[in-house]
């Protein structure tokens, strides 16, 4: 995770109400034709009451980095993003094709073929696997939503479960949303998340020596 940050309010003893968005970081997707990670949780609190002369502590949590193609083991799970008393939970890996479940987190991973879903402590589980020797591995888990089902179309990507749109930062912006699955599609690394965005990775796609997606990092807004 990034370096915790202190948030100072210096003035008198009434305190201010504030609106904070605290997204954590998504999770890597799975090697091997593996799932898409999970997303990291997004918690949106709404005129907290802030404190002067209390230092808050700021975490923004990293993303976790996807899975190499050999082994086809699980993406990493991404970091716990925390302000004041909120913490969003990271979300869980991606599972990988030769692991086959998915990792728990804020927003579970998805699955592979024959293995189990990640379930989401605050957001969507992982999508299931498609059950098929076309390897169609689920969609991670987004912030308001589970992550599609793996699909037994060669070629088809099952997406990731829906985020969190906000308004904070002065523009309609999407967060924490799940990562693709993999499939045999083409011959490439699965999708990044984009930084600050709390985005799963997506899983990867067919093709030695490629690797799952790394998760995209989070982030804290505080507005007041």
Known sequence: MFAAKNFFLAGGAAGILADYLVVAGGAGGGGSRGAGGGAGYASSVTSASLNYG????????AGGAGAVNAGGQNGANGSNSVFSTTTSNGG?????SNVNTGNNGGCGGGACTGGSVG??????????????????????????????????????????????TSSISGSSVTYSVGGAGGNNVG???GAN?????????QGELNGSPHK?????????????
Not at 92 to 96: I, P, W, Y
């Open 119 to 164: 379930v989401g402590s605050q957001g969507g589980n992982g999508g299931t696997g498609a059950g098929s020797t076309n390897f169609g591995a689920g969609g991670g888990g987004g912030a308001t939503g589970a992550g599609a089902a793996g699909s037994a179309t060669n070629g088809t990507v099952a997406a990731g479960g829906a985020g969190l």
């Open 212 to 224: 799952g997606g790394d998760g995209g990092s989070g982030i804290v807004i505080i507005k007041v």
């Open 92 to 96: 869980g890996g991606g599972a990988g």
């Open 187 to 189: 011959d490439a690394n």
């Open 193 to 201: 998340g984009a930084a600050n965005s709390g985005t799963g990775g």
């Open 54 to 61: 209390i230092s808050y502590t700021v975490t923004v949590g």
